[in-house]
């Protein structure tokens, strides 16, 4: 057995409902590590286990930049002047790009409208739950979490 990861996408799907299409949003929130949290406490305690999610996993929400970097790459005039991009090729804008990235990450600046902040984009931020011991329980349970939220999407035509 070893350590693993559980990543859960936070994302929009669609769902074709009597011959009209629905938008369904899926998205992160204030509270989506605490009700993460609260789901893997109740399983465990319906399990008839002692610990707490807190014991068994860590839990956080990341963003990835590889998802992000076009969507900043194109707002860039709104974070640096026009003397400040000029000149700059296609790498040097990927490092400024980078930067705001990381500044949205650390709070300095607003976070990406696809973060959760308007309905336009979907969620790029990633529900991350990893285990912090290679246990039974935890590998069990891990597995039993993923399993909940895999989503294929599947082509009837």
Same mark, same amino acid.
């Given at each position: 057995m070893k350590i693993f990861t559980i990543e859960i996408p936070i994302h929009s799907f669609i769902d074709v409902?009597?011959?009209?299409?629905?938008?369904?949003?899926?998205g992160c929130h204030d509270n989506t590590v605490k009700f993460a949290k609260e789901l893997v406490d109740d399983?465990?305690?319906?399990?008839?286990?002692?610990?707490?999610?807190d014991d068994v996993f860590t839990f956080s929400i990341q963003a990835?930049?590889?998802s992000e970097r076009d969507k900043i790459y194109e707002r860039l005039d709104e974070y640096y002047t026009?003397?400040? $991009?000029?000149? =700059?090729d296609y790498r040097a804008k990927n490092d400024l790009a980078k930067e705001i990235f990381d500044k949205m990450i650390s709070?300095?600046?607003?976070k990406s409208?696809?973060?959760g902040q308007?309905?336009?984009?979907?969620?790029?931020?990633? $529900?991350?739950? =990893?285990?912090?011991?290679d246990d039974?329980?935890?590998i069990d349970l891990g597995s039993r979490i993923e399993s909940i939220f895999s989503i294929e999407g599947v082509y009837d035509g």
């Amino acid at each position: 057995m070893k350590i693993f990861t559980i990543e859960i996408p936070i994302h929009s799907f669609i769902d074709v409902i009597t011959n009209s299409s629905t938008s369904v949003y899926v998205g992160c929130h204030d509270n989506t590590v605490k009700f993460a949290k609260e789901l893997v406490d109740d399983l465990l305690k319906a399990a008839g286990s002692e610990k707490s999610a807190d014991d068994v996993f860590t839990f956080s929400i990341q963003a990835d930049f590889d998802s992000e970097r076009d969507k900043i790459y194109e707002r860039l005039d709104e974070y640096y002047t026009e003397e400040e $991009l000029e000149g =700059k090729d296609y790498r040097a804008k990927n490092d400024l790009a980078k930067e705001i990235f990381d500044k949205m990450i650390s709070g300095e600046i607003e976070k990406s409208s696809s973060w959760g902040q308007n309905y336009d984009d979907y969620d790029t931020r990633t $529900l991350i739950i =990893k285990s912090k011991t290679d246990d039974k329980l935890s590998i069990d349970l891990g597995s039993r979490i993923e399993s909940i939220f895999s989503i294929e999407g599947v082509y009837d035509g």
